[in-house]
C-alpha cells in the first residue's frame, strides 16, 4: 500500500496512533474551510445539532459554542475517533451538552424529526451510499432543518488531476455541485445552495428539509 493510500484510508477510519496523528492535522487544516462553511448557518441558541463523521471532535466544540442551551451529537464510525471526540469536548459532554457516539450515517439510531442542524464536514467524500445517507439524515431533520455539507474538493479543470488521484487511489468519491444537487433533491432536500470558493477549491451546500 503506497503513502497515500495509508493516508487516505486513515482519513476514512481514523484509528491508532497514526489515526490519532492524521485526526490532530485535520482539526487543524480543516479549521479555516470549516469557518467558512459555518457561516451559511442559522442556528438558535437551543438547537439540537449532529456533527456526522465527527473525527476528532472539533466542529462539534465549535457548534456547541453556538448552542449554550441546546445539545450537539457528534457520530462516527471509527472507535478510536469517539474516543478522542469525547476527550476533546469532556467538559461538554460531563455537562451533557454534548453527546458522542459511535455508528453509521446511513442507518443512525434516531428518532425522525430529532434535529434542528445537521452537519458533515469533509467527510462525504467517504460514505459508501451517499444517496442513502442523504434520505437518512432528511429523516432525522425536523422540518425546515438544515443540512450543511463543507467540501475541501469538488471537481474543476484546475484541481481535475489532483482529485482524480484521490478518487482513484483512496476510493473516493468528490461530487459536483450539479450531482449534490440532484442527490440532494432526490432525498427530499429543498433550498439547496451551493457556494464555490475557486481559489481554494472549496465547496459549501446549505439544503433544507
Known sequence: ?????????????????????IVEKMNKNH????G?????????????VIDL?????????????????????????????????????HRAVEEGKVVIIRGEV??????DENFDVATAVETIYFWPDIQKSFKEIHRILKTGGQFLIIN????????????KVYEDV???????PEELTSWLTEAGFKDIAIELEEEKNWLRALARK
Open 1 to 21: 500500500m503506497s503513502d497515500i493510500e495509508k493516508t487516505l484510508d486513515q482519513c476514512r477510519k481514523p484509528q491508532g496512533d497514526e489515526g490519532k496523528e
Open 31 to 34: 479549521y479555516e474551510v470549516t
Open 36 to 48: 467558512w462553511g459555518l457561516q451559511m448557518l442559522t442556528i438558535e441558541d437551543d438547537s439540537q
Open 53 to 89: 463523521g465527527c473525527g476528532g471532535g472539533k466542529t462539534v466544540q465549535r457548534l456547541a459554542i453556538h448552542t449554550p442551551e441546546g445539545k450537539v451529537f457528534g457520530l462516527d464510525y471509527s472507535e478510536d475517533c469517539v474516543d478522542w471526540a469525547n476527550e476533546m469536548n
Open 106 to 111: 446511513e442507518n443512525t439510531p434516531f428518532e
Open 152 to 163: 475541501e474538493a469538488y471537481p474543476d479543470e484546475k484541481n481535475k488531476e489532483k482529485n
Open 170 to 176: 483512496g476510493n473516493m468519491v468528490i461530487p459536483s
